[in-house]
């Protein structure tokens, strides 16, 4: 059983940093595809792979997240995962990769799906602006002390995740970086990536520097086309492993799937408490009552 990754559009694929690493499929957009069409593609991939993580912005337009759910619906398919990314369009791009990098490793469907939400928090995504004034997708509060800061016409740095932060690059702060070795991941839209690649990987102590085209989601994400986005993360697929592989595993519910954390990535389904948990009824039992008496 192998699982495929697939993404809504092509900025969301980045080169691989190593030669073990699967790609992703890009899904066609509904201008450019019908729906009987999007039917057979979806599920040809499942038929192939045996189950499917799909990956999407939060912003992706809502016609395009219908017809994933609408395809779900009508294939029946309890196979098929449908995960939305609060990240900037690079952020998730780079969780994109690192899901691709894990796929490879023995997790269950459940558990590389549920995975999505643990690696999302340890990705620190932002990016340098020219002007932050139409920025309104992160929301960052700043004490009156800090006026001066405010993300008027001047040039910014900004972190959306995973606390968001804002400073001047020309101001001698910094944003607050990880404190785990990272590879950063950048990307230029229209202004010099002296400070990303300088100043902010030298006071980040990043380990290796990866230039990619910059997503076209990019600009209207941050309310501007001149910036350099940035991502940093953990670039090693066996630190990763161990990360994932150390959290705890239950059994949904409802599905049967293995997950981690407090939800199943594919059926939506809460993990309930201990208590409820050892009186609920198993997938299999739930089945032969759903068929009704025997006899």
Same mark, same amino acid.
């Given at each position: 059983m192998s699982i495929a990754i697939a993404v809504t559009s092509t900025g969301l694929v980045l080169p691989p940093t190593d030669q073990h690493t699967p790609g992703a499929h890009v899904l066609t957009s509904p201008d450019q595809q019908d729906f009987?069409?999007?039917?057979?593609?979806?599920?040809?991939?499942?038929?192939?792979?045996?189950?499917?993580?799909?990956?999407?912005?939060?912003?992706?337009?809502?016609?395009?997240?219908?017809?994933?759910?609408?395809?779900?619906?009508?294939?029946?398919?309890?196979?098929? !995962?449908?995960?939305?990314?609060?990240?900037?369009?690079?952020?998730?791009?780079?969780?994109?990769?690192?899901?691709?990098?894990?796929?490879?490793?023995?997790?269950?469907?459940?558990?590389?799906? !549920?995975?999505?939400?643990?690696?999302?928090?340890y990705i620190y995504a932002g990016a340098l602006l020219a002007s932050g004034g139409k920025l309104s997708r992160v929301p960052i509060t700043l004490p009156a002390s800090q006026e001066g800061v405010r993300p008027t016409g001047r040039s910014c740095a900004v972190l959306a995740g995973p606390?968001?932060?804002?400073?001047?690059?020309?101001?001698?702060?910094?944003?607050?970086?990880?404190?785990?070795?990272?590879?950063?991941t950048y990307a230029t839209g229209g202004l010099g990536s002296e400070w990303v690649t300088g100043t902010l990987a030298r006071r980040w102590q990043v380990q290796a520097l990866h230039p990619v085209p910059l997503p076209a989601e990019s600009g209207s994400w941050w309310a501007t086309g001149k910036l350099v986005e940035f991502a940093a993360a953990i670039p090693d697929v066996s630190l990763l492993y161990q990360m994932v592989s150390s959290m705890r595993q239950e059994a949904c519910h409802w599905c049967g799937l293995t997950l981690i954390g407090d939800r199943c990535a594919f059926c939506a389904s809460p993990l309930m408490p201990l208590e409820q948990r050892q009186r609920a009824i198993t997938p299999s039992n739930r089945r032969a009552l759903a068929s009704g008496p025997v006899g």
């Open positions: 009987p069409a999007a039917l057979d593609e979806i599920g040809r991939l499942i038929n192939q792979h045996g189950y499917l993580i799909v990956v999407y912005p939060t912003t992706t337009p809502l016609p395009f997240v219908q017809r994933l759910h609408a395809v779900r619906a009508m294939l029946e398919t309890d196979r098929m !995962a449908l995960l939305p990314s609060a990240l900037p369009p690079l952020g998730t791009a780079v969780l994109v990769r690192q899901l691709r990098q894990l796929s490879v490793c023995d997790f269950s469907p459940g558990v590389l799906g !549920a995975s999505t939400r643990l690696l999302a928090h606390t968001p932060q804002l400073v001047r690059p020309d101001g001698g702060a910094t944003l607050t970086g990880p404190q785990f070795s990272t590879a950063l």
